[in-house]
C-alpha cells in the first residue's frame, strides 16, 4: 500500500475537491489547504470539507477519462469489445487490456492508490469524529457517510483483484512498515456488506436539495445488490482462477460454489426496488414521436428518479468535449466498434440477423432500438452546430463521387474517428463544446435500470425465468421504446441468461460495466479475443456501407483479474499477485 502522510492525504483530498465541484450544493464549499490535523477537525466546516472531499474520487472506476495520456482519454469501454481507445500507439491502460500486454510492471494503480488513500482518509475522519464540534444526530450521519464510503472503495478494489488487505481502522503513518496480506475473499464481502447495513441503518433512504447526492440508504442497498451479484457469479466462485492453488483459491474467491448465493443477490435487488423510491426515467411527452426518449432524456437531468448514486459534477461540458466530433469541439475519446452497432435489435425487439426482424442493410440505422441513435453517433446522425445552434448531419463518409475518393468533413472515418462512430450515450443533444452552452449533469454511478437487471439476472440464476424477471426486463425493454417490448414465452434459464446479458450489454453500455460483466460470466475470452471493426460510409450515386477491421483484440486467462502492481508487492512482500501473471 502507498505510504502517504496526513499533510499529503489532506493536501490532496482539498484540491481534489476544488477541481472537482463547482456546482452548489454539498460539495460547494471555500477551501484551503493551509491546514492541519487539530486545525482540521477542531472546526466544524473544515471537517466537513474533509468528509467532501472523499465523495471526490467514487466514480474512478467508471470515469470516461480513468485514462489518460499525452491529451488522450478513455475509461474501460476502451479495453473491452466496445470501443476502440484514442492514439492506438500509446501505452496507457485501455491499450494494454486490448492488446493483452498489460502485466504487473505496467498496469495502471489508480483504483490501488485511490481505493487505499481514501480508506484511510476514512479512518482519518473517523478517528477524530469525536472532537469536531457537530451535534450528535450530524457525527451518526457523517460516520454513516463515511463507512459507506469506505465500503465503496473496498467494492472498488475487489471489482478489479478479488481480494484485498482489509486494514480496518488502521492509518499507516509516512514512517510505518507495512507488510500487509490480503484477506479472503468472503471475509471482504461480509465486511462490505457489514459497513453497508450499518450505513443504511442510519441514513435516509435518499436526498434532496443542497443535500442531493450525499449517501442515502438506498445506496447502501444497491451497493449490496452489486456487491452480491458479482459474489455469485462464476469468476468470483469455486476457487476462480485459482482453483486447485490452496490458500489463493480463497483469496480471489469463494474457495466453494453455493448456488444460494444468486439468491442473496436477488434478495439485496429486491430490496432496493421495495423501497418505492426509485424508478426507471420515462418521459412520453416531450418528443411524442419519438420512442424510448426518456432513456436520452434521463442523462441530460441532474435531478431525476433513476439516480440512485451519482459522481457529482458542476455546470460543465465533461463528455461533449471527450466523446463528441471534432467539428463540434470533441477531442476523442473513445470510438465504438461495429460490433455493438449490430448488437442493437431492430425497434420490433429482434436481432438484426433474423430474417423477420426487417432489417435493412442499405438503411442499416431505419427502425433500430431506439437506444442505438441515442447512444452512438453514426454518419447523418443530427449535432447541433455551432453559430446557428440548429442541428445538422454529421458527415462521416467518404465523398466517392470524386476521384480520388476523399474524407467529407473532418469528423469522417480515418480522418477523426478511426471506426467511423463516435460515442453519444450521456451527451446531451444542445451541448456542443465549441459553444457557451454547458450541460448540468451528474455522471450515474448506480441506477435503477442496474438493479433491475441485477434482480433479473440472479433470480434467473436461482429458481429460472419468474413472471418478475420477465417483468423486469420488459419494463427496461418498454422504456427503451421496443415494441413490442415483450418478450418470447416460454424461454428457459440458458435462453434468459442470454437474454438478460445483451440487455446489460445495451442498457449500461459505455458505463463502465461491460469490462467487468464479461469477466464475472468469465465470457471475455470468447468477446475479447476478436477481430473488432469499424462502418465505412461511401457516398457517390449511391450510398454503400462496408466494415473494415480496426483491432484484433487479445485476451489471456490471467486478465480476468488485474495484476496487483510491482510497485505495491515490493512494498509488502506478504502480498500474494494474482494467478497467471
Same mark, same amino acid.
Given at each position: 500500500? =502507498? ?13 481534489? $475537491? ?18 492541519? !490535523? ?31 495520456? #499525452? ?19 500509446s501505452t496507457n491502460g485501455f491499450i494494454q487490456f486490448a492488446t493483452g500486454s498489460v502485466n504487473p ?33 450530524? =457525527? ?22 478479488? #481480494? ?59 451497493? =449490496? ?21 490452496p490458500g489463493l483459491d480463497s483469496v480471489v474467491a469463494y474457495p466453494d460454489a453455493d448456488p444460494n ?20 426515467? /420515462? ?33 460543465? &461540458? ?22 455493438? /452497432? ?70 469522417? /472515418?480515418? &480522418? ?33 435500470? !442496474? ?16 413472471? !418478475? ?62 477481430? $473488432?471493426? #469499424? ?16 483491432? &484484433? ?17 515490493? =512494498? ?10
Amino acid at each position: 500500500m =502507498k505510504r502517504i502522510s496526513f499533510h499529503t492525504l489532506l493536501f490532496l483530498v482539498l484540491a481534489s $475537491m476544488v477541481l472537482s465541484c463547482k456546482k452548489s450544493g454539498f460539495l460547494d464549499q471555500t477551501v484551503t489547504t493551509s491546514l492541519d !490535523e487539530m486545525t482540521t477537525f477542531s472546526d466544524s466546516s473544515n471537517a466537513m470539507q474533509f468528509l467532501n472531499g472523499i465523495y471526490t474520487n467514487i466514480g474512478l472506476a467508471q470515469d470516461p477519462r480513468r485514462f489518460a495520456n #499525452g491529451g488522450y482519454a478513455a475509461g474501460l469501454e476502451a479495453g473491452c469489445d466496445e470501443a476502440e481507445g484514442p492514439n492506438s500507439s500509446s501505452t496507457n491502460g485501455f491499450i494494454q487490456f486490448a492488446t493483452g500486454s498489460v502485466n504487473p510492471t505496467v498496469v495502471p494503480n489508480d483504483i490501488w492508490a485511490t481505493g487505499y488513500s481514501n480508506i484511510r482518509a476514512v479512518n482519518q475522519f473517523l478517528k477524530h469524529l469525536p472532537v469536531i464540534p457537530w451535534n450528535s444526530a450530524l =457525527k451518526q450521519q457523517a460516520a454513516a457517510e463515511a463507512r459507506f464510503l469506505r465500503a465503496w472503495y473496498y467494492a472498488m478494489l475487489m471489482q478489479h483483484y478479488g #481480494g484485498v488487505p482489509l486494514i480496518g481502522d488502521t492509518i499507516f503513518a509516512s514512517a510505518d512498515h507495512i507488510n500487509i496480506s490480503r484477506s479472503a475473499y468472503r471475509s471482504c464481502i461480509n465486511y462490505v456488506l457489514s459497513e453497508c447495513d450499518a450505513a443504511a441503518a442510519v441514513l435516509p433512504v435518499a436526498w434532496s436539495g443542497a443535500q442531493y447526492g450525499r449517501i442515502s440508504k438506498a445506496a447502501c442497498l444497491a451497493l =449490496k445488490s452489486r456487491l452480491l451479484l458479482y459474489a455469485a457469479s462464476p469468476l468470483f466462485n469455486n476457487g476462480g482462477l485459482a482453483q486447485g492453488s490452496p490458500g489463493l483459491d480463497s483469496v480471489v474467491a469463494y474457495p466453494d460454489a453455493d448456488p444460494n448465493r444468486w439468491q442473496l443477490a436477488a434478495d439485496a435487488a429486491k430490496a432496493v426496488i421495495l423501497l418505492n423510491a426509485y424508478s426507471l426515467f /420515462v418521459d412520453s411527452t416531450s418528443k411524442p414521436g419519438e420512442l424510448g426518449y426518456g432513456f436520452q432524456e434521463l442523462f441530460t437531468r441532474r435531478y431525476n428518479n433513476e439516480y440512485i448514486l451519482n459522481h457529482m459534477m458542476g455546470e460543465n &461540458k465533461y463528455l461533449e468535449s471527450l466523446w463528441d466530433v471534432p467539428s463540434r469541439g470533441g477531442s476523442g475519446g473513445s470510438f465504438p466498434y461495429q460490433e455493438i /452497432v449490430d448488437a442493437f435489435p431492430m425497434s420490433n425487439g429482434l436481432d438484426i440477423t433474423d430474417p423477420a426482424s426487417g432489417y435493412d442493410p442499405n438503411h442499416p440505422y431505419q427502425d433500430r432500438d431506439p437506444r442505438l441513435n441515442y447512444s452512438i453517433i453514426h454518419d447523418s446522425t443530427l449535432r447541433v452546430t455551432f453559430g446557428t445552434n440548429q442541428p445538422s448531419p454529421v458527415q462521416l463518409y467518404i465523398n466517392t463521387s470524386v476521384s480520388p475518393p476523399v474524407a467529407a468533413s473532418g469528423d469522417a /472515418v480515418y &480522418k477523426g474517428t478511426p471506426t467511423g462512430l463516435y460515442i453519444y450515450k450521456m451527451m446531451d443533444p444542445s451541448v456542443i463544446n465549441n459553444s457557451l452552452s454547458t450541460a448540468s449533469r451528474v455522471l450515474p454511478l448506480i441506477r435503477y435500470a !442496474e438493479i433491475l437487471l441485477n434482480f433479473a439476472e440472479a433470480t434467473n440464476e436461482a429458481t429460472g425465468p419468474s413472471v !418478475e424477471v420477465y417483468q423486469a426486463v420488459e419494463a427496461i425493454r418498454q422504456r427503451a421504446g421496443l415494441r413490442p417490448f415483450a418478450l418470447p414465452s416460454g424461454l428457459d434459464q440458458a435462453q434468459m441468461r442470454a437474454v438478460i446479458q445483451k440487455e446489460r450489454r445495451l442498457e449500461l453500455a459505455f458505463e463502465g460495466h461491460r469490462f467487468f460483466d464479461v469477466r464475472r460470466w468469465m465470457i471475455a475470452g470468447q468477446t475479447d479475443n476478436l477481430m $473488432m471493426h #469499424g462502418m465505412e460510409v461511401d457516398r457517390g450515386p449511391g450510398i454503400t456501407y462496408k466494415t473494415f477491421n480496426v483491432r &484484433k483484440h487479445n485476451f489471456t486467462k490471467a486478465m480476468y483479474l488485474w495484476p496487483i502492481p510491482l510497485s505495491e508487492i515490493a =512494498k509488502s512482500p506478504g502480498l500474494l499477485q494474482n494467478p497467471l501473471y
